[in-house]
């Protein structure tokens, strides 16, 4: 959860570069959160 404690800066090329990249970034959070919770739950 370290990526989710803190928002990415982007440094935009062009203007309106952004949403799709924090929405990129906001996909590789949600799922390695959910991930590591896949695995505990398999190691229990």
Known sequence: M???QVR???LSEAPGA???R???WL???TRN???DTIRS????
């Open 2 to 4: 370290k990526l989710a």
């Open 8 to 10: 990415p800066t982007f």
């Open 18 to 20: 952004e949403p799709p």
């Open 22 to 24: 924090l929405a990129a």
């Open 27 to 29: 996909h590789k959070v």
């Open 33 to 35: 959160a959910c991930m």
């Open 41 to 44: 739950e398999t190691r229990r």
